[in-house]
Structure formats: structure tokens, C-alpha cells
């Protein structure tokens, strides 16, 4: 990364959080520069991280190993054939768009080696989850470049398949989302048991972030993790036979089903 350069476009929240990575894993500022329409988001990670912003892609990109395509999808074509002219064919680009397929991006942008990756918002605390696919241009070293990107906001797990990015979408992308749901639950029921609420969110909180640190740190899988602390005839097995009589496995399975699907969706109307 000593000699890699870097230039984002876009500069929302996704890009400032893999350029905070970036500079905390050691990446000098000089390396890194990002452009973005709006004076406030440029003026704001220029300030946050000390890099060189522009209101032209085309300048953003001048010079650079990795090209970070950090917009929303809705305007990724247009970015995308605005910026063909001004990228060189040893430029990797990044995606980091959902629902734009690495044939979309071809077609707009001339067939540059491409990584489209996948995500997640915990990357704003560098505690992200990202899957990546590599086409077929992509070097060795870039492939290492696109990893160590990513990398700096959390794990990185590379894709044999790009459908897989589907599955990505729904397990890890749109994941964020259920856990809050189950903790937006969780909080509720302990207050109608008779908690005051404040009392229910902590206790809920807490024992969400436990159970994600044994999870993490154990050297066993989940299933076997929550046979641990299922004691026969006990309050936790109550629980979970209630959660397997609604049909909760099933439940998962059918919603990770229709985000994978949307995301599938997604990528053919976004990519025309």
C-alpha cells in the first residue's frame, strides 16, 4: 500500500469510512484524493483526513493505481460514460455499488479491470463485511490491492461466482438491518414484561454485542453456541422452542431469499 494511489469517486459516507481506514492502517494523504459535486462533502473529508478533493472526476483520477467507484447506483451509468474518457487501461476500478454488474460497468466504461464488492454499513466503524469478485483482467496484484482496500474497513472475502454478490447482499449488506430489527423486538418484549424501557434497550444492547463476541471468538459454530446455553427444560430452550414453533428458520431463509432476489432485480434494471 506504500506506493498505491487511490481516488474516490464520490465522497459520502462509504468513501470517508474506507478513506479513514486507509489513513489509519498508514496510507499518506498525498496517496489518496477524492472528488465529489458537492462543496460540503468534499470540504468535509478534506478536512477529516487531509486529502486533496475535486469537483472533476477526471482530475480525481489522474495518476491513480485504484479508481473507487463510490456513487449511488441510480448514477453510476452516467458517471461511469463520463469518466470512460479520462481512465487508462491499467487503472483498476473498484465498485462499491450495489446492483450494478461488472458487464454494466464494462459496457460504460470500456472494459478496465474491474473489483465489484459488496459492503456492509458497520464499515462506518471499521467493523464492515465485504465480498468481493474479481473479472477476469484483474491481475494478481490488483486482486491484493482491491483486498488490502477493503480490508481496512473489515473482512474481505473474495467470490468465485459475481452472482454470489447476491447472496452477499442479502447475508452481510442488508444483514445490519435484521439484527436491529431483533433488537428493536427484544427491547419491546422486555418492556411490556414489565422493564422500563431504557432498561430493556441496554440489557438488549449488551447482550447483542456478547453473544457477537463469543460468536467471533469461540472456537465452535453458533448452533453448538447456543446448545451451550440451552439447559433441557430451562427459560432459554422455552424461548427458542417458541421461536422453531413460528417457523423462524424458515422465516430467515424466505427474507434472505427476497433480498437476494431484489438484488438480482436490481442489477438488471440499473444496468440497461
Keep these: 500500500m506504500s506506493n498505491m494511489r487511490i481516488a474516490f469517486i464520490g465522497a459520502g459516507n462509504m468513501a470517508a469510512s474506507l478513506i479513514g481506514g486507509l489513513r489509519a492502517k498508514g496510507l499518506d494523504a498525498s496517496q489518496i484524493r477524492a472528488s465529489d459535486p458537492g462543496a460540503e462533502a468534499r470540504a468535509r473529508v478534506s478536512a477529516e483526513h487531509g486529502i486533496e478533493t475535486f469537483a472533476d472526476n477526471a482530475q480525481a483520477v489522474d495518476g491513480a493505481d485504484v479508481v473507487v467507484l463510490a456513487v449511488k447506483p441510480q448514477a453510476m451509468k452516467t458517471v461511469c460514460e463520463a469518466l470512460r474518457p479520462s481512465l487508462k487501461p491499467q487503472q483498476l476500478v473498484v465498485s462499491i455499488a450495489a446492483g450494478i454488474t461488472c458487464a454494466s460497468m464494462n459496457n460504460w466504461l470500456g472494459d478496465p479491470p474491474i473489483v465489484r464488492c459488496m459492503p456492509n454499513t458497520p464499515a462506518l466503524l471499521r467493523q464492515g463485511a465485504s465480498g468481493l469478485f474479481a473479472t477476469a483482467r484483474v491481475s494478481t496484484e490488483q486482486r491484493r490491492q482491491a483486498e488490502e482496500l477493503l480490508s481496512a474497513v ?99 431463509e424466505k427474507a434472505l431469499g427476497a433480498a437476494a432476489h431484489r438484488s438480482a432485480e436490481m442489477a438488471e434494471q440499473l444496468g440497461q
Design 154 to 252: 473489515g473482512l474481505a472475502l473474495w467470490l468465485e461466482t459475481e452472482q454470489q454478490l447476491d447472496a452477499v447482499t442479502a447475508v452481510s449488506g442488508s444483514g445490519p438491518a435484521y439484527f436491529f430489527l431483533l433488537i428493536e423486538a427484544m427491547t419491546a418484549a422486555g418492556e411490556k414484561l414489565g422493564l422500563p424501557r431504557e432498561i430493556a434497550a441496554k440489557l438488549t444492547l449488551q447482550t447483542a454485542l456478547g453473544a457477537a463476541h463469543m460468536a467471533t471468538s469461540s472456537d465452535v459454530d453458533a448452533a453448538e453456541l447456543r446448545r451451550r446455553v440451552t439447559s433441557p427444560a430451562g427459560t432459554t430452550e422455552a424461548a427458542i422452542k417458541s421461536f422453531q414453533a413460528g417457523g423462524f428458520e424458515a422465516l430467515v
